[in-house]
C-alpha cells in the first residue's frame, strides 16, 4: 500500500493526462476559506492558488523527525481543521494524529503528535509559524518574528505541555494576544492609556503609509503571520504588516455557515 505524502494531497497529478488534479485542493481549501469564496466566482480560486504553494514550502521544510514517524501526513490535514473547528483541544487532535504513526505508541510519540496539530493549526490559520524541533518535545515554540522587538502583546514564544488539555483559544493564550478582541489595551504607561481614550479619525488622504514612512521615521518589516499585523515597537519605530491580505480577503464570511479557519 502506498502512502499519500503531504505534497501530493496538495496536488494530485493524474498519471493519464499529466495535468493537476485540483479536487483534493478544493477540499482542502474548503477547511482553511469559506466554501462561497471559493466555489461562487474563478475569483477565490486563483486568489488561494499563492496559499497551496506557501502551505507546500511549509510542509517540505518538515524535519525527519516528522516526516519518518508520520509519513502519510497529507491525509491528516482535512480531518484535523475539522477537528479544530469543532472545537477539540490539542490533546483531543493529538489522539487522531497519533493512529497515523508507523510504530508504537509510546510517550514521545504522543509528544509528537501534538507538535504536528500545533504545526497544522499555524499553518492553516497562519496566526503563528510553529518553530519544530527547536524545543524538547512536549513543548511548542513559535517563531521570533519579530526578531528581538519588543511587542507586549505577545510574551512567550515557548510553552510547555500544562494547557494542551484546554480549548485552542486558551492553549493560544500563553503566547500571546494572537487574536484580540475590539479595543483591548494592555499598556501600563500613562500617555499611552491617554492617548489611547481620545477619540480619533483617521483618513487614509492625511494619514497614510507613505507620510508614516516620509515623516514619522517608521519602518516596515513584512511578516507571514497574522497575528503580528500592526504591532509596532514604539522604539525602534518598526511597524509589522501582514504580507497576505488575500487571506483576510477570502475568509470574509458571506453568511453564518460559511466561517474560515479565522472565525471560530
Keep these: ?9 496538495l496536488a494530485v497529478t493524474n498519471s493519464n493526462t499529466g495535468t493537476v488534479d485540483n479536487s483534493l485542493n478544493d477540499d482542502f481549501l474548503r477547511t482553511v476559506f469559506p466554501i462561497t469564496s471559493l466555489t461562487n466566482t474563478d475569483e477565490g480560486s486563483n486568489l488561494s492558488k499563492w496559499y497551496l504553494a506557501w502551505f507546500k514550502r511549509q510542509i517540505d521544510a ?54 504536528i496539530s500545533f504545526a497544522i493549526l499555524g499553518w492553516q490559520t497562519m496566526l503563528y509559524l510553529p518553530s519544530i524541533n527547536t524545543c524538547p518535545l512536549g513543548n511548542f515554540a513559535v517563531a521570533d518574528v519579530f526578531d528581538g522587538h519588543t511587542i507586549p502583546a505577545f510574551w512567550a514564544i ?3 505541555s500544562s494547557l494542551t488539555h484546554l480549548p485552542i483559544p486558551d492553549f493560544l493564550l500563553g503566547f500571546g494576544l494572537m487574536l484580540p478582541q475590539g479595543n483591548v489595551f494592555i499598556s501600563e504607561d500613562t500617555e499611552d492609556c491617554q492617548n489611547f481614550d481620545r477619540m480619533t479619525m483617521v483618513r487614509p488622504q492625511e494619514f497614510n503609509i ?7 521615521g517608521v519602518r516596515i518589516s ?22 497576505y491580505p488575500t487571506f483576510c480577503y477570502l475568509n470574509l464570511p458571506e453568511s453564518s455557515d460559511s466561517i474560515g479557519v479565522i472565525h471560530r
Design 210 to 216: 507613505a507620510l508614516m514612512l516620509k515623516y514619522g
Design 62 to 115: 518538515l524535519p525527519s523527525l516528522v516526516t519518518d514517524k508520520c509519513p502519510d501526513i497529507g491525509e491528516l490535514l482535512i480531518p484535523v481543521a475539522f477537528f479544530f473547528k469543532a472545537g477539540k483541544s490539542l490533546d483531543d487532535v493529538a489522539e487522531f494524529v497519533l493512529g497515523h504513526f508507523t510504530d508504537e505508541e509510546d510517550e514521545a510519540s504522543r509528544d509528537l503528535a501534538k507538535t
Design 222 to 243: 513584512w511578516t507571514d503571520v497574522l497575528s503580528a499585523h500592526m504591532e509596532f515597537d514604539p522604539d525602534a519605530r518598526v511597524l509589522f504588516l501582514y504580507k
Design 158 to 160: 515557548r510553552q510547555d
Design 1 to 9: 500500500m502506498t502512502t499519500k505524502t503531504a505534497a501530493d494531497a
